[in-house]
Every structure is written in structure tokens, then in C-alpha cells.
């Protein structure tokens, strides 16, 4: 074989076993990074340490071409024992960066606390690019502190938040303590109940603000503002039923119901809505009052007399009937029902325990 033709097959092999080495750590640098991104902390050192890990991959891959050129070079002469020192100390610091991904990923993915939510502003918004290897995108964001708001705190963008918010935006930050006792963020939201409130003072009869803000607080369970929100709401749309259904709705899956029937009832005196009285009435029968269920059993026969061949109306009677102990007159409301839609299991199943219960068939 010609020598040429054996340097060019040494070759070959070199740059094949320094390209697996390479690509097997710039995979572990592009997760650990990708696990930093999404389980971000607010420490800052490690913003300044990304840079460095595409320069010791670059440096690794040269350190490692030049040992396997330089095979001449005696085991023992200082020069390969200073190569060795160098890809000792790269390999080290990417294995660093690894390993904190992994703790990250342990510290953030088994964490059950709960988020402490802290209020900031976004200053400013910045692209960059990261190099691990490769060149990845990615959007700088530094907000006021929420410590102390003559301070800052700088991350990145998890790529949602990018698209959603802007500088100088009000936005909520929710710290998690993390089960290895680092702290680390959930995506920045906005923060809605700031917005809003200013949308507020220039409009103070706005609907879309109103409805906005009553979500906000459904959403971060603050269930006295619900209620004053949803009244200012309604103080200004009093004949909007459809929102009040949908609000109430949100409430009754919350296990809120008595929310639910301060927001209701108010409109419900008003409008001879079947929809509303019906949902009211299934609400205030549950409720543990012997008055409320009265009330309740009164809302849904009004409702009923609306629509008398609705199936529903008599399923939602039966169980308000049920509620107020009269289980006889139940018995006759789920039949109507069953006789309206014979092909409900849940009404079979209440007509056949009644009938069991009651006559012994």
C-alpha cells in the first residue's frame, strides 16, 4: 500500500473517532441545555458559563486532532503530558455543565411545591444565539428583581414567552423551591390583574377588562375578588346571562357554589331565563340550607313550566325533589323524564332504586 494512501486511511480513522467523541458530548451539552432552558433558575452564573461550553467542545476536538497527528510524540515528553492536561480540564468543565443539567432536571421535575407568585416588569428583551456546538437562538430576558427592585434578574426565554409579552410589560414570576432546594422558575405569565386594573381606570365600563380580571382571579383561586369582580361585571351588564352561565359554570367545577349563586341570583330575579333558573336551582339544592333547597326546588319548577318537554327539566327536578326529602314526587319527575328520553342509564338507574327503595319492585 502507498504511503499516501496510508496516511490518508490514518487520517480517515482520526477524524472518525474525534467526530464520535464530539457528537457523543455536544448531545449532552445540547440536553443539559435544553433542560436548563425549560427549568430555569434565577442564578445568573451559569448565563456566563453557556458561552464556554461551545469554546471547550472546539477546543477538545483541536486538542484531540493534534494528539493523534503528533503520534510521533514520545508517552512521556512534556508536550503530550500538556495536551492531556488541557483535554483533561475541557472534559472536566463540559461534565460539569452535564452533571448540573441532570441535578437540574431531579431538583425541578420531582418538585410538589407550591409556587410562591411574586409580581416584576419585564425591562428589556434581547435575541442572541447560544453556541454549544451549534449556534442555537434563543431571547435574553431581564426583569426587575422581585427581591429588590433596585436589582435585576436575567434568564432566557423558554420561546412562549417571547411571542406573548414585550419590554416593559407587568408580568408574574412563580418560584418554585425545587425537592433538592433549588429555586427555579415556571414560564412568565402576564399579569393580567395589573393590566387590567389600568384598562379599568381609563374605562371603568369596559367588558372585556372585567371579564379578563374575574378570570385571573378564578385562575389563581382568589375567590373573594371573583365574587366583587363579577359583581362590578354584572353592575354594568346586569342582562348578560350567557357570561353569568359560563361564570357560574367555572365555579360549580371549583366546588364554589356559593359564588356561583351570589353571581346568579341577582340575575335570575330578573329574567325568566330556563337556562339560568335551571342551573341555579340544581346549585342551591345542593346547598346544605333547608331554605336554599326550597329555593332551589322553586327556581327549577319555574324553569320547568317553560319548557314542560324537555327531559332535562324534569332529571334536574327529580334529584332538587330528592334533595328536599320528597322522594315520591322524584320517583314521578324521573319517570317523566325516562318517558321523555328512554334511553338515559343514570335516569333508569334513579327510577329503579326509587321504586325499590319506596314500593319494594
Keep these: 500500500m502507498r504511503p499516501d494512501k496510508n496516511f490518508s486511511v490514518m487520517l480517515k480513522r482520526i477524524i472518525h473517532q474525534i467526530a464520535l467523541k464530539e457528537s457523543f458530548l455536544f448531545i449532552l451539552c445540547l440536553l443539559s441545555l435544553s433542560v436548563q432552558l425549560h427549568f430555569r433558575t434565577p442564578i445568573g452564573w451559569w448565563i456566563l458559563a453557556i458561552p464556554w461550553v461551545g469554546i471547550m467542545l472546539s477546543l477538545l476536538s483541536f486538542m484531540n486532532f493534534l494528539q493523534r497527528i503528533l503520534f510521533y510524540v514520545p508517552t512521556k515528553d512534556p508536550l503530550r503530558h500538556d495536551f492531556r492536561r488541557i483535554e483533561f480540564i475541557g472534559t472536566l468543565a463540559l461534565y460539569l455543565f452535564i452533571a448540573y443539567g441532570m441535578v437540574l432536571l431531579l431538583n425541578c421535575a420531582l418538585d410538589q411545591s407550591t409556587a ?9 428583551m434581547s435575541s442572541t444565539e447560544l453556541d454549544v456546538g451549534d449556534f442555537i437562538p434563543v431571547t435574553r430576558v431581564r426583569v426587575q428583581s422581585w427581591d429588590d427592585p433596585a436589582k435585576q434578574e436575567t434568564f432566557f426565554s423558554n420561546g412562549r414567552e417571547e411571542n406573548q409579552m414585550w419590554p416593559q410589560e407587568p408580568v408574574l414570576v412563580k418560584l418554585h423551591e425545587g425537592v433538592l432546594g433549588i429555586p427555579w422558575l415556571s414560564p412568565l405569565e402576564r399579569d393580567d390583574e395589573t393590566l387590567m ?3 379599568l381606570q381609563i374605562s371603568p365600563t369596559a367588558a372585556m377588562p372585567w371579564k379578563i380580571l374575574t ?11 371573583v365574587v366583587e369582580s363579577a359583581r362590578q361585571y354584572f353592575k354594568h351588564y346586569p342582562d348578560d346571562i350567557a357570561t353569568a352561565l359560563t361564570m357560574s359554570g367555572v365555579y360549580l367545577g371549583m366546588n364554589k357554589g356559593r359564588e356561583a349563586i351570589e353571581i346568579l341570583e341577582p340575575i335570575a330575579q330578573r329574567h325568566e331565563s330556563y337556562e339560568l333558573h335551571m342551573q341555579l336551582g340544581w346549585i342551591l339544592g345542593q346547598e346544605p340550607s333547608e331554605n336554599d333547597r326550597k329555593r332551589g326546588l322553586e327556581y327549577v319548577q319555574n324553569a320547568r313550566k317553560q319548557n314542560p318537554n324537555d327531559w332535562k327539566g324534569y332529571y334536574t327536578e327529580g334529584f332538587v ?18 318517558s321523555l328520553n328512554p334511553n338515559f342509564p343514570q335516569v333508569q338507574q334513579e327510577v329503579a332504586r326509587l321504586r325499590t327503595k319506596l314500593h319494594g319492585t
Design 215 to 225: 378570570q385571573f382571579y378564578i385562575s389563581n383561586k382568589r375567590w373573594p375578588e
Design 197 to 199: 386594573k389600568r384598562m
Design 116 to 124: 410562591t407568585t411574586y409580581k416584576t416588569v419585564i425591562l428589556d
Design 321 to 338: 325533589l330528592m334533595w328536599n326529602g320528597r322522594e315520591r314526587e322524584a320517583l314521578a319527575s324521573f319517570e317523566r323524564s325516562l
